[in-house]
């Protein structure tokens, strides 16, 4: 049984949170998974995952073993209190605290790169991706018009903004699941463009868009860190070392835990990063 006296203070912790965790607030729990779950404030999502997992954009991973215990005991629609750097968990009539202020941050944010034709075509990461069946293995691409609207997105001018609002609009909410395969890819057309590209029409299309359409509540939560410029961990090292040499038993590694990510969204997600990176490149 929990105790009063469950305090988890070692763990790992998003540097997005302030973003969602700026004030002492009630909320609840949003949703209840095998392995994580997650907690909502002021309509934005925190997620609660094992040590040992990439960080979310917006998440706090504790030891798997207190995780668990969490997870045995608690509900969605149990109350939840954000008080002075602590979070409070009803879990069966006890209260359980993760303390945020003693958990190490990790530096999320998307780290802005030069990004070089060559460089890139030659990076064993960018290889990989290339490799990957998109048609075959992602949910983005279900016609031939959309296919079309892609190869018309690349040979645009960057700052073309009638097709980048085409492609967010058309993208944006399709598909199923959590996170749907038109987010994820809209998502990877983000990264890309926050990380190697002067230009943000892409983002101002969303942000947009995202003001007065909807979609998941896991999507927009993504997306609202996304257009803060913080991004999950294991895409932020895949962006960080889509520049340069990188060896080969890394970059399987490293693209390995991107496509291990979720049922398609780490495909999905790729699918836009190797779009963007095709039109940053041409």
């Known amino acids: 049984m929990i105790s009063n006296s469950l305090e988890i203070e070692y763990g790992v912790k998003s540097n997005y949170l302030p973003h969602i965790l700026y004030e002492n607030s009630v909320g609840n729990i949003h949703s209840v998974f095998q392995t994580s779950f997650n907690l909502v404030f002021h309509d934005q999502l925190v997620h609660v995952g094992a040590l040992g997992t990439p960080v979310s954009a917006f998440g706090v991973n504790i030891p798997g073993n207190s995780l668990q215990q969490l997870l045995d005991r608690i509900s ?3 109350s939840v209190r954000y008080e002075d750097g602590k979070i409070m968990i009803d879990a069966l009539n006890h209260e359980a605290k993760i303390k945020l202020d003693k958990l190490s941050e990790v530096d999320l ?3 802005r790169l030069p990004i ?3 460089d890139v075509k030659n990076n064993e990461i960018f290889r990989l991706i290339n490799q990957i069946d998109f048609l075959g293995d992602s949910g983005v691409i279900q016609s031939a018009k959309e296919s079309s609207m892609l190869n018309e997105f690349i040979s645009a ?7 980048n609002k085409a492609i967010i609009e058309h993208f944006f909410g ?5 996170t749907p395969s038109g ?7 983000i990264m890309a463009e926050s990380c190697f590209s002067e230009d943000s029409s892409c983002r101002e299309e969303l942000s947009e868009f995202l003001s007065s359409h909807s979609t998941t509540d896991v999507s927009r939560s993504y997306y609202q860190c996304l257009l803060k410029g913080y991004v999950s961990e294991s895409f932020k ?3 960080n070392n889509l520049s340069g040499t990188v060896e080969i038993a890394k970059a399987r590694r490293i693209v390995k835990n991107v496509t291990n990510y ?4 780490g495909i999905d997600t790729l699918f836009g990063i190797q779009v963007a990176l095709k039109k940053l490149i041409q």
């Open 76 to 78: 969605a629609g149990n």
């Open 109 to 111: 944010r998307v780290s």
């Open 116 to 118: 070089d034709r060559l």
């Open 157 to 163: 001018q960057p700052d073309h903004k009638k097709v």
């Open 174 to 178: 399709r598909g199923i699941g959590l």
């Open 183 to 189: 987010d994820d890819f809209i998502s990877g057309l």
């Open 237 to 239: 090292h895949l962006l």
């Open 262 to 265: 979720g049922h398609t969204s």
